[in-house]
């Protein structure tokens, strides 16, 4: 419970004077010894760790990889930047992530552990979108970044939370504690992702609210397509101008790439100015020389690059090299992250890795969905959809930013998932675990929010 409630703002939390070690793991170290030190009941079931070839195949691919850099890799360029340190610590934080899985797949032995992890694990939603808020309302930075250092990684934490919360307010009774957390967060939640300025992090809540509603109560679609409609009486001058400043005329910006003609040479980008010019000259956007913003352009060369990276090394180039590896694909941005997880996986580890890591995010996401579909538990039905669309948005929000395996934002994903995948071998519900048809028979203090819009 402490795990999952504190893995959220860890990163802020009293650093330790010992190499490799940090507030994270120490609470996991304290976990494992929990876990083991722990004296099981008679006749009580264990927990089982799903996909472990999988996981442990994607561990040896990105090992070696990582052994590749250790073993070969010195930069010839921006060698001032290179961190060794930092890059252990980096393979050690993945690792973490997969360690927290199976932790707590082992750890979840009864419907109550699944219950007590996902409690705790609100309650951190909770407090992180809180304190964000305050953030952005109070304090007033440019850009909030809540404990998690950056905004588009507290963006990504906080629309993943948005729509996995969504599910639990849409389906539960009032009257049950995930209800009054998840509504809480509900109210927190979309205040602070405002103050994240972090595009990409907006049309991934979009796209969890719509995924959560479709499958819940599409009449709730009505209510987000009416907030969108009226968004120029309620969205902040700061959230409008970050999306305006996404097409912009060549001669407004200060740095360009110039059509995509220059050295650069980009074909996708070069297509993409042309449809724009297209749009401009039929009216459809203001008339000019329409571009994307420096920012978006500069992903899509890094996202071309890191295409071309597999295609030359399809065995990897090496964990954590791949800001270095630029300068060999581009003429002007030559030391930049990735900005997409499933193209850095593929760039550095191989195409392999990418395969089996692609694999396993599909096994979870038709594992999170059949809970939520299939038991009659509403409690595991809520956590079941509420995670599908969890996922949906994280997945999505990958592709615009490296997460997946930054503890102190998805740890908590890794500990949710684990523990969720036990819920097919916990036992089938009984007379003392409400169903879904008993929820929607409840008084009428505690109707379930889905059941007062029908």
Known sequence: MVLAFSLPFSRRLPAFPVPLLNYQNLVLLAALIAYGTHREESGSRRGRAYHAILITGFSFFVTLSFIKTVTTFQPDRFWRFWDPYENMLNYKALITCLALYVLASKAVTSREDLIAVFKAGVAGIVVESAYTAFEYVVLRPGRVTGHMAEPNMVGSFLACSFAFCLALVLILPRTDIFWKLGAAAMVLAPVALLGTLSRGSYAAAALGFLVVTTLLDKRMLVVGVAIVALYPLWIPAKVSHRFSETLQNEESQSWKFRDGKAAEGSALIAMIDEKLDEGA????????????????????????????????????????????????????????????????????????????????????????????????????????????????????????????????????????????????????????IPRVEEARATPQGATPLYELVR
Not at 316 to 323: E, L
Not at 369 to 387: E, M
Not at 425 to 431: D, G, I, M, W
């Open 281 to 432: 000259s039929s009216g459809e956007l203001d008339s000019g020389e329409t571009r994307l913003d420096s920012s978006v352009q500069t992903r899509l060369v890094v996202w071309e690059a890191a295409v071309k990276m597999m295609r030359d090394h399809p065995l990897g180039i090496g964990y954590g090299v791949f800001p270095w590896y630029m300068q060999y694909y581009s003429t002007i941005v030559k030391w930049k992250a990735s900005h997409n997880i499933y193209l850095r996986v593929g760039a550095e580890s191989g195409i392999a890795a990418l395969g089996l890591f692609l694999i396993l995010l599909a096994l979870f996401l038709r594992g999170a969905f059949r809970i939520g579909t299939t038991r009659d538990d509403v409690l595991l039905k809520a956590l079941g959809l509420g995670f599908f669309g969890y996922m949906i948005t994280l997945g999505f929000n990958a592709l615009s930013v490296d997460i997946f395996f930054q503890v102190d934002v998805n740890g908590q994903f890794w500990v949710f998932v684990g523990a969720l995948l036990q819920a097919p071998l916990l036992p089938r519900a009984v007379a003392d």
